[in-house]
């Protein structure tokens, strides 16, 4: 069974920094794309940020392009998300997508429980 | 980014069946068949209902159905349960110039 658990959630100043880790087991982490997408209290779904399964290849909405990056470490089978900057706009639930097994993110098969930042002084 | 555009809200009663509209543009959801349903109760993360535009997971209840005519992806839910109350959101591939996904704005199906 695929699971995905995310931590490191929490309340952050604005302009602090967050680091939030995915773990993942139940299938070959370094075999499919991932992905972070967030919701805002209330809100829809937003796609933040995508990362190849082989190559590292990364990629960002322009929202947080330039202050989160997003990495992998498959001999660990972890995602992880660097958020640097925040802001209160980046105040969501940050959830962990894995995409169903085509070479760029398109349908997201399986998703964490979630992890909520709050950005706020 | 283009916007996919859905209804706000759609109702039903028991057993009947409803369709929900998700409408882009002929770069985004026009010009390919990558566009997935997602069903998200309160409180819970979202779950994938139909990939590539019309196909359903094994585990995904053959009530769920997707489609597209133009610009235009639908899903249909069909023999309305007390159970499909949620939050519906599309979602399609966004093209080579971003590499990413992009959202409806999300329709909340109540059943009446």
């Known amino acids: 069974e695929v699971q995905l658990s995310e931590s490191g959630g929490g309340l952050v100043q604005p302009g602090g920094s967050l680091r939030l880790p995915c773990a993942a087991s139940?299938?070959?982490?370094?075999?499919?794309?991932m992905a972070w997408v967030r919701q805002a209290p209330g809100k829809g779904l937003e796609w933040v940020s995508t990362?190849?399964?082989?190559?590292?290849?990364?990629y960002y909405a322009d929202s947080v392009k330039g202050r989160f990056t997003i990495s992998r470490d498959n001999s660990k089978n972890t995602l992880y998300l660097q958020m640097n900057s925040l802001r209160v706009e980046d105040t969501a639930v940050y959830y962990c997508?894995?995409?169903?097994?085509?070479?760029?993110?398109?349908?997201?098969?399986?998703w964490g429980q979630g992890t909520l930042v709050t950005v706020s002084s | 980014q283009s916007a996919l555009t859905q209804p706000a809200s759609v109702s039903g009663s028991p057993g009947q069946s409803i369709t929900i509209s998700c409408t882009g543009t002929?770069?985004?959801?026009?010009?390919?068949?990558?566009v997935s349903w997602y069903q998200q109760h309160p409180g819970k993360a979202p779950k994938l209902l139909i990939l590539?535009?019309?196909k359903r997971p094994s585990r995904v209840s053959n009530r769920f159905s997707g489609s597209k005519s133009g610009n235009t992806a639908s899903l249909t839910i069909s023999g309305l349960q007390a159970d499909d109350e949620a939050d519906y959101y599309c979602?399609?591939?966004?093209?080579?110039?971003?590499?990413?996904?992009?959202f409806g704005g999300g329709t909340k199906l109540t059943v009446l």
């Open positions: 997508a894995k995409d169903d097994g085509g070479v760029v993110l398109t349908a997201i098969d399986s």
């Open positions: 139940g299938f070959t982490f370094s075999s499919f794309v």
């Open positions: 990362i190849s399964r082989s190559d590292g290849s990364t």
């Open positions: 002929s770069s985004v959801v026009g010009s390919n068949n990558l």
């Open positions: 590539e535009g019309s």
């Open positions: 979602c399609s591939y966004a093209g080579s110039s971003t590499l990413g996904v992009i």
